[in-house]
C-alpha cells in the first residue's frame, strides 16, 4: 500500500507529514516515559521481522493481485503501540529512501496510512477489550484478524481520500473506493491470519510479551532468546523466502490498473523532480535488488541488507541511550 509520489499534492503531502511527525514525537515523549531502554533491541529485531514479511507478497486468488504483511497491529501487540509505531516510521523511512519504495513526498501519507491505524486503532479499539478479556490462542486468531482487516479498510480508505483531495489524478473517487476497499478486504484477513499465527507462536514460549493494554518490561533472558530467534528468522525470511514472493501487482497498484491500465502514473513538477532525484541518490538498492544487475541472488541480498540496517538503526539508538543515561 505504499503510495507514490504522483497521487498526493504538495499540500496534501505536507499536512500528512505534520500530522506522522506530531504522532512521531508524541511517541517519543510516552516511549520515554515507560523508561525501558531494553525494548530498543526488540524494536529492531521485531521491526526486521516485519521488514523481511513485507518483502513476500501473497496472491489474491482469482484477483491477478497481491498483498503483504503492513505490520503495525504485530508490532504493537509485542512492543505497546509507542514502539511499534516508532518501529514502523523506521522501516517506512527505510524502505523508502534506500529501496525507493513508496514515494519520498508521499512517505508522511504512507506512515499515516500503514502505521498508524494499526498502532492506535485497531490495536487499541479491537485487539486489546478482546485480549483483556481472556488471553488465549483463539481470542489472539479473533484480535489478529479483525483487527487487521479495519486497519487495512481505514489505510486503504485513506489512500482513496488522500488522493481525491490532491485532485492531481484521474481516478474517480467512487471507482477508486469501489476496487481498494474490496481487495484489502481479502489482504486484511490473509494479514490477520499470519499475524495471529506469529502471536499464538509466542504466546506459547512466552505469554507475558502480549501486549495487554499494560507496559511490562522484558527479562533479559527472555530478551536474549527472543532476539536470536527473530533475528534469524528476518535473515531467513529475507534472504531465501523472499524469493518466493508473488509478482503480482499490490492492492493499491492493482487498483489502480483497473482503473488507468497501467500500475504507475506520472506528475510533472519541480518538488516531484526533487523528490525523485533524492531517491536516485539515497536508494542504493531500489526496488530491493542491484541496480543495473537485477538477479535472484541480487534480491537476497538486498533483503538481508535491509534486515541488518533495521537493526543496526535500533541498536545504535539503544547504544545512545546506555552512554547518555551513564553520563548522566
Same mark, same amino acid.
Given at each position: 500500500?505504499?503510495?507514490?509520489?504522483?497521487?498526493?499534492?504538495?499540500?496534501?503531502?505536507?499536512?500528512?507529514?505534520?500530522?506522522?511527525?506530531?504522532?512521531?514525537?508524541?511517541?517519543?515523549?510516552?516511549?520515554?516515559?515507560?523508561?525501558?531502554?531494553?525494548?530498543?533491541?526488540?524494536? %529492531? @529485531? =521485531?521491526?526486521?521481522?516485519?521488514? +523481511?514479511?513485507?518483502?513476500?507478497?501473497?496472491? #489474491?486468488? &482469482?484477483?491477478?493481485? !497481491?498483498?503483504?504483511?503492513?505490520?503495525?497491529?504485530?508490532?504493537?501487540?509485542?512492543?505497546?503501540?509507542?514502539?511499534?509505531?516508532?518501529?514502523?516510521?523506521?522501516?517506512?523511512?527505510?524502505?523508502?529512501?534506500?529501496?525507493?519504495?513508496?514515494?519520498?513526498?508521499?512517505?508522511?501519507?504512507?506512515?499515516?496510512?500503514?502505521?498508524?491505524?494499526?498502532?492506535?486503532?485497531?490495536?487499541?479499539?479491537?485487539?486489546?477489550?478482546?485480549?483483556?478479556?481472556?488471553?488465549?490462542?483463539?481470542?489472539?486468531?479473533?484480535?489478529?484478524?479483525?483487527?487487521?482487516?479495519?486497519?487495512?479498510?481505514?489505510?486503504?480508505?485513506?489512500?482513496?481520500?488522500?488522493?481525491?483531495?490532491?485532485?492531481?489524478?484521474?481516478?474517480?473517487?467512487?471507482?477508486?473506493? %469501489? @476496487? =481498494?476497499?474490496?481487495?484489502?478486504? +481479502?489482504?486484511?484477513?490473509?494479514?490477520?491470519? #499470519?499475524? &495471529?499465527?506469529?502471536? !499464538?507462536?509466542?504466546?506459547?514460549?512466552?505469554?507475558?510479551?502480549?501486549?495487554?493494554?499494560?507496559?511490562?518490561?522484558?527479562?533479559?533472558?527472555?530478551?536474549?532468546?527472543?532476539?536470536?530467534?527473530?533475528?534469524?528468522?528476518?535473515?531467513?525470511?529475507?534472504?531465501?523466502?523472499?524469493?518466493?514472493?508473488?509478482?503480482?501487482?499490490?492492492?493499491?497498484?492493482?487498483?489502480?490498473?483497473?482503473?488507468?491500465?497501467?500500475?504507475?502514473?506520472?506528475?510533472?513538477?519541480?518538488?516531484?523532480?526533487?523528490?525523485?532525484?533524492?531517491?536516485?541518490?539515497?536508494?542504493?538498492?531500489?526496488?530491493?535488488?542491484?541496480?543495473?544487475?537485477?538477479?535472484?541472488?541480487?534480491?537476497?541480498?538486498?533483503?538481508?541488507?535491509?534486515?541488518?540496517?533495521?537493526? %543496526?538503526?535500533?541498536?545504535?539508538?539503544?547504544?545512545?541511550?546506555?552512554?547518555?543515561?551513564?553520563?548522566?
Amino acid at each position: 500500500m505504499h503510495m507514490a509520489d504522483a497521487l498526493v499534492s504538495p499540500a496534501v503531502a505536507t499536512t500528512m507529514y505534520l500530522a506522522s511527525g506530531a504522532m512521531t514525537i508524541y511517541s517519543i515523549k510516552k516511549l520515554e516515559e515507560e523508561n525501558d531502554p531494553q525494548k530498543l533491541p526488540m524494536m %529492531g @529485531v =521485531m521491526g526486521a521481522f516485519v521488514f +523481511a514479511a513485507q518483502m513476500i507478497n501473497f496472491t #489474491i486468488p &482469482g484477483t491477478g493481485s !497481491s498483498g503483504h504483511l503492513t505490520g503495525g497491529l504485530m508490532l504493537t501487540a509485542l512492543l505497546g503501540p509507542y514502539a511499534g509505531f516508532l518501529t514502523m516510521v523506521g522501516i517506512l523511512a527505510i524502505q523508502c529512501l534506500l529501496f525507493a519504495d513508496g514515494g519520498l513526498l508521499a512517505l508522511g501519507c504512507n506512515i499515516w496510512n500503514m502505521a498508524f491505524y494499526g498502532c492506535f486503532i485497531s490495536s487499541i479499539l479491537i485487539f486489546k477489550p478482546i485480549i483483556s478479556k481472556k488471553l488465549s490462542k483463539k481470542n489472539l486468531m479473533i484480535a489478529s484478524i479483525l483487527g487487521s482487516i479495519i486497519s487495512l479498510q481505514l489505510g486503504a480508505f485513506s489512500v482513496v481520500v488522500e488522493t481525491e483531495l490532491s485532485g492531481i489524478t484521474a481516478l474517480p473517487w467512487n471507482l477508486f473506493i %469501489g @476496487v =481498494m476497499q474490496p481487495i484489502h478486504l +481479502a489482504i486484511g484477513a490473509v494479514e490477520g491470519i #499470519i499475524t &495471529g499465527l506469529v502471536l !499464538s507462536f509466542i504466546y506459547e514460549a512466552r505469554p507475558e510479551l502480549i501486549w495487554q493494554g499494560h507496559t511490562t518490561k522484558l527479562a533479559k533472558t527472555s530478551k536474549k532468546k527472543l532476539l536470536a530467534l527473530f533475528g534469524g528468522l528476518s535473515v531467513a525470511v529475507a534472504g531465501i523466502l523472499s524469493i518466493f514472493a508473488s509478482a503480482f501487482p499490490d492492492g493499491l497498484e492493482w487498483s489502480i490498473l483497473q482503473l488507468t491500465g497501467s500500475t504507475e502514473l506520472q506528475h510533472k513538477g519541480a518538488i516531484y523532480s526533487l523528490s525523485s532525484r533524492v531517491q536516485e541518490l539515497t536508494a542504493l538498492l531500489p526496488d530491493y535488488n542491484i541496480a543495473g544487475h537485477e538477479s535472484i541472488l541480487g534480491g537476497m541480498f538486498a533483503g538481508i541488507v535491509g534486515v541488518l540496517i533495521v537493526i %543496526g538503526l535500533y541498536m545504535l539508538i539503544h547504544r545512545y541511550h546506555e552512554k547518555h543515561t551513564e553520563s548522566h
